[in-house]
């Protein structure tokens, strides 16, 4: 389990993350008023660290990059950090269960850890380098 901070540093929902023998579920709930209503891309990321509140850039770069690789869609990936978009409702709140095989739980609960990244906007899981997902609003360290 990992609080997920907004951007004032306020808990804001919990990430849930549960290994299987072939990847890991990934399951994130957003409370009311967590973020804007609409679409907004979700990646891993390199680093647990979400110390910086509001900017979220200590947690690295996307976990696993590869250079042009970017996106679920994309033929030169996806790469271990890429992840369906997230749905806020009209209230803030949303909520999203996946399973990912690009990643397991000994990759992101390494020495440094990783991070779930809420973006402001969707990704649209094929241009580079995030998919238009912009500024990112939310953070969870995974330890």
Not at 3 to 8: D, Q, T
Not at 50 to 65: A, F, I, N, P
Request: charged share 15%.
């Amino acid at each position: 389990l990992a609080p997920i901070v907004g951007l004032e540093g306020q808990p804001i929902g919990l990430l849930t993350l549960t290994g299987g023998p072939n990847g890991v579920l990934l399951q994130v709930k957003v409370s009311a008023g967590g973020l804007t209503p609409g679409w907004h891309g979700l990646h891993l990321h390199q680093v647990g660290d979400c110390s910086d509140v509001g900017e979220y850039r200590k947690s690295g770069g996307h976990l696993g990059m590869l250079a042009g690789g970017h996106g679920l869609l994309n033929p030169d990936g996806p790469k271990a950090g890429d992840l369906p978009n997230i749905f806020a409702f009209s209230d803030g709140s949303a909520n999203m269960e996946a399973f990912s095989t690009l990643f397991d739980l000994d990759l992101v609960r390494d020495a440094d850890g990783a991070a779930l990244i809420i973006h402001a906007e969707r990704d649209d899981h094929l241009s580079q380098p995030i998919g238009g997902a912009g500024a990112r609003v939310a953070c969870a360290a995974i330890r």
